[in-house]
């Protein structure tokens, strides 16, 4: 009987040595345990393998500089990069940049670019205004064919092409200023306005030059249509010029002009009177579409500005920027992403507002 207690003696002192043992080598225990696997060893910084470190207090009273160099080393465990840190710049002046030559001077462009109204422009998508512009343009080729050959054969000479020859030649003969309040009380003058429900039984129909001149009447866009031929003609850049679309603030109506750029600013000819007006004073004016020898340009605010007003976080028409209460007009060929684009029927028609 003697014998069990001095077993259970023996049993409890070999135990307790392994466990001792164990204690005194953890390194040799631990050196069996399964290393962990990652499976995109490529990617694994020096970084991933370490214990996760106490959050940075970032101080709230100041601001804090780093450059990707430093950024990169402290995850890859590699000493801190002890280089200058150079700071991006929001002016327009002499600015160190290691960005492509072709970039820099894209943005220099686009900070110079000199639109009506002070705004932006970006190619329209594909859609009525398309199919309406390119139309007209090729009525306005055809009728300056005509009017070529009415220089060379006068006997042959509608009077259509004769009118727009003499408005011509005394738009030419004028500069500056003068040149554009001639063009604009002339064209005013030689057409009558008429609707296009009341002349043509239909909405919104747009016609050259020498269709307005040859009846006598048009509505706002025909106006506008035929003073920018005429601007042409008369020697003025056809960069310098736009058919404008816009939304009338005072009467709530969708309206064409035409802007003709006179030095570096922008004078606006309006079929509803003779005085000529610089973009920046007609505040009632919401710009939508530019059209010019190019195509169909929307206008779009510019992204600080339009963050301050309304907070916008992407560029979106002026349309969408500026009077949001009325901004529910749309010009036949909108953006995919606004709400209010224009859906065509199965024939690909679309209703665009009428212009007045």
């Known amino acids: ?27 040799e ?42 950024v ?8 801190k990069v002890d280089e200058p840190i150079r700071l991006a710049s929001v002016t327009s002046g002499d600015v160190l940049s290691d960005a492509p030559a072709e970039l820099i001077n894209t943005e220099r462009t686009l900070q110079s670019t000199n639109e009506p109204f002070g705004l932006f422009t970006f190619r329209a998508p594909e859609g009525v205004l398309w199919r309406k512009w390119r139309a007209v343009k090729a009525d306005i080729d055809a009728d300056l064919r005509q009017v070529e050959n009415c220089k060379a054969n006068s006997a042959d000479c ?21 040149r554009i309040e001639t063009a604009n009380r002339l064209i005013n003058t030689a057409i009558r306005y008429m609707s296009d429900l009341a002349q043509h039984a239909t909405i919104d129909v747009w016609s050259g030059p020498l269709a307005s001149l040859g009846t006598g009447r048009g509505d706002c866009e025909d106006y ?9 003609e008369a020697g003025v850049p056809e960069q310098d010029l736009r058919v404008l679309l816009v939304r009338d603030r005072n009467v709530r109506e969708d309206h064409a002009v035409l802007a003709i750029r006179n ?55 002026a349309s969408e920027a500026v009077g949001i209460e009325d901004a529910t007009t749309v010009w036949g060929g909108a953006a995919d992403s606004a709400a209010t684009s224009i ?12 212009l007045i």
């Open 72 to 79: 990169l080393a402290k995850l890859d465990g590699k000493p």
């Open 263 to 317: 030095g570096e600013a922008w004078t606006v000819l309006d079929n509803r009177s003779s005085a000529l007006a610089p973009d920046n004073e007609l505040r009632h004016f919401k710009p939508l579409y530019a059209l010019d020898n190019g195509g169909v340009n929307l206008f779009a605010s510019p992204y600080l500005s339009q963050r301050q007003t309304v907070q916008a976080k992407t560029v979106s028409p």
């Open 343 to 354: 859906v065509g029927t199965a024939a690909g028609a679309a209703t665009l507002p009428v």
């Open 158 to 178: 509608s009077d259509a092409a004769r009118r727009f020859l003499l408005i011509a030649d005394e738009v030419r003969t004028r500069s500056g200023a003068a």
């Open 29 to 70: 225990a631990a050196s069996k345990a399964k290393p962990r696997k990652y499976i995109f060893d490529d990617l694994v910084t020096p970084s991933m393998m370490a214990p996760p470190s106490p959050p940075i207090r970032v101080p709230t009273d100041g601001a804090r500089f780093f450059s990707i160099n430093s």
């Open 224 to 232: 506008a249509i035929a003073k920018y031929v005429v601007l042409r």
């Open 1 to 27: 009987m003697a014998s069990f207690p001095a077993a259970r003696t023996v049993t409890g002192a070999i135990i307790g040595l392994a466990v001792l043992a164990v204690s005194a080598f953890p390194g």
